[in-house]
């Protein structure tokens, strides 16, 4: 009976963990799928999602500092330098999901200890969103070309390891084309991942 009792035990304990993995990827599936409905509703879209104008400087601070837990638990710090009193034609909703995307990508993909910068200034007649930090591993031209095509991740820093499912920045680069804007990244002296958002102000 005892040992009955402990084969039961044991078949227990490895169903429950089964359950688990399956509710997690499950979890995950459904993740990947709204993402994707979402990437799709930003590019058809285009000039017709509804522009008003929004306080882009108090979305873009109130939605980095969100964050400070975050990078606090992945110890790291977030430094966020915004110039006040910006506005745009835009969509907070989108600006504010554009702000997460690239912060908490940002935070996902550096090394620990570093410093994740989120930073707004006015250039002429644009905004420009900038979020930079170091590179857990340099990225390439090559890397650089591809970061916004969905489901691309080079073959170091941007595994599934980390959780993600390389969508994070297709939906960046959809919200910023439905503003009329453009996104590029780039790396800096090499050790750095740089996304710079620039939008009509």
């Given amino acids: 009976a005892a040992a009955n009792a402990g084969n039961i035990s044991e078949y227990t304990a490895s169903l429950s963990e089964s359950l688990g993995d399956i509710d997690s990827q499950v979890d995950r599936l459904t993740s990947l799928t709204n993402d994707l409905v979402y990437l799709s509703r ?13 306080p882009v400087s108090d979305i873009v601070a109130e939605t980095a500092d969100s964050f400070e837990a975050l990078a606090a638990e992945r110890k790291k710090t977030l430094s966020i ?7 745009m034609q835009g969509s907070s909703k989108e600006i504010e ?13 550096s090394p620990e200890g570093d410093e994740v910068k989120v930073s707004l200034r006015k250039e002429g007649k644009t905004v420009v969103l900038e979020v930079r930090n170091k590179a857990v591993d340099p990225l390439s031209d090559e890397d650089l070309a591809h970061v916004f095509d969905r489901f691309y991740r080079s073959d170091k820093s ?7 499912h390389g969508i994070g920045l297709s939906m960046a680069s959809a919200i910023v084309t439905a503003h009329g804007g453009k996104i590029r990244a780039r790396s800096g002296d090499g050790s750095e991942f740089i996304v710079t958002a620039t939008m009509p102000a």
């Fill in 97 to 109: 999901k554009l702000v997460s995307i690239l912060t908490e990508n940002a935070l996902k993909y």
């Fill in 158 to 164: 941007r595994n599934s390891a980390s959780g993600g």
């Fill in 81 to 87: 330098d915004v110039t006040p009193m910006l506005t």
């Fill in 42 to 54: 930003m590019e058809e879209a285009g000039n017709a999602l509804t522009m008003t104008e929004i």
